[in-house]
């Protein structure tokens, strides 16, 4: 079972970088008016712009968290990327992120291929380096931006790319716990099935196809079947919560925020009723940026907790999506270091 | 569980639509404004008001509401 917890890391940083552009909400169906999907998404604008890759995004997100947290490069250990939108089919973007914050050549670098759950199975990679002491400075950088086809906006998806600083600290006083959790029998539940070794990339890739919900779509296009993607989501999301404290032995109704990933709104506040959860525990980032696939939590915590956290505060943050996949962090901030929202120029 | 009280929790789903409306065997994909967003207010309502995970295919393989309703109650 994929329970772990950490007694010797401590995050002690997030930043987060957004493209400036914002892209309101419109209607590209007749089936409901604008209204009607702002209603059930909760989604009134998001960030959007095909000028920046995610590795853009999170590149001065990453040199403002590090000079914010006073952290010289040539200690950092480790760069973890989590992203379905890599710069190039290949290298790994984690390397090019690399040469480009200048990080010593004893850093390890490694791209993770998660979307939704991304940012809890980076940190939990990361954490799994870190917990021994034989690494004590990395980033986890996670996002998603431009797509690998040149795309309208999605009224659903806003692009971020985020940055978690995690240290080595064997003094802390309370531990990280974590619980993954993988449903591949939903493989294609959420799929871009073009242009990988299943269907390599030729010019069929681009034939637009009818998809379930209707539209047109090419292969190098996500599609979603929504309804079931749904029933997992409310399903799951509360499952790994109460499994998660019933395996640590603590009660989640203690904790002071839950930080979800930003699906959409009626999925989220399924999960929130489900859980009893109070309205001001659990923050939204999705209303201004959209569902930002693995940006969404340290986003959301970036966007909508900086300045409420000076003190000690426990935060639950739970994700679920493609892949199917899903994870749970039960975490205490101490001083952890926010950096202001970074923007890029249109 | 009772079929008139699922009636009227899905009617409670329609904006448009008034619960006189609609009966048992209404098509309700047929309705003016069924969408796929009215499609995961009928999945959320369903678990809360009955404690079952519809899916998709719950959904397709529905046509009335007594369809449905059936699923629900074999669940």
């Known amino acids: 079972m994929a329970y772990i917890r950490f007694n010797n890391c401590s995050i002690v940083g997030m930043s987060a970088g957004v493209p400036r552009h914002i892209e309101p909400t419109i209607s590209t169906t007749d089936q409901y008016a604008v209204e009607e999907y702002m209603a059930t998404t909760g989604i009134i604008e998001k960030r959007f712009s095909n000028d920046y890759t995610t590795s853009d995004l999170c590149l001065p997100a990453a040199e403002h968290l590090i000079s914010d947290l006073g952290w010289n490069k040539q200690d950092i250990d480790g760069l973890f990327f989590i992203s379905q939108t890599h710069d190039y089919i290949l290298p790994a973007t984690a390397c090019v992120l690399h040469g480009k914050l200048g990080l010593p050549k004893s850093c390890m670098s490694l791209d993770i291929s998660l979307g939704c759950s991304g940012w809890i199975y980076g940190v939990a990679t990361a954490m799994g380096m870190v917990e021994s002491g034989s690494l004590r400075k990395v980033l986890v950088l996670a996002g998603d931006a431009r797509k690998h086809a040149n795309e309208e906006p999605d009224q659903l998806f806003g692009y971020a790319g985020t940055v978690t600083a995690i240290e080595y600290n064997p003094h802390k006083s309370a531990p990280v716990m974590i619980q993954l959790g993988t449903d591949g029998t939903g493989y294609d539940a959420i799929i871009r099935p073009g242009g990988g070794s299943r269907n390599p990339l030729t010019q069929k890739s681009l034939t637009l196809e009818k998809c379930e919900d209707g539209r047109m779509r090419h292969a190098l296009q996500t599609r979603m079947k929504g309804m079931d993607v749904f029933a997992f989501g409310i399903t799951i999301a509360p499952k790994s919560i109460k499994q998660l404290s019933k395996e640590f032995g603590f009660d989640y109704l203690d904790y002071d925020y839950f930080v979800f990933h930003q699906a959409n709104r009626m999925m989220n506040e399924t999960i929130r009723k489900k859980l009893k959860l109070d309205a001001d525990k659990v923050p939204y980032s999705m209303t201004h940026f959209g569902n930002t696939s693995s940006a969404s939590i340290p986003l959301t915590i970036v966007t909508q907790l900086a300045g409420k956290l000076e003190d000690r505060k426990k935060i639950i943050g739970c994700a679920f999506g493609v892949g199917l996949s899903w994870g749970t962090i039960a975490f205490e901030t101490d001083n952890l270091v926010i950096s202001p929202l970074v923007e890029l120029p249109i | ?75």
Do not use: C, H, P
């Open chain 2, 1 to 75: 569980m009772e079929i008139n009280k699922f009636i009227e929790n899905f009617a409670d789903q329609l904006n448009d639509t008034e619960i006189s409306e609609i009966t048992s065997t209404t098509v309700f994909k047929d309705l003016d404004e069924w969408s796929s967003l009215t499609a995961l207010s009928i999945i959320a309502m369903v678990d809360e008001e009955y404690d079952v995970i519809l899916k998709g295919d719950d959904i397709r393989n529905a046509n009335t509401i007594e369809d449905l309703f059936n699923i629900v109650s074999s669940k």
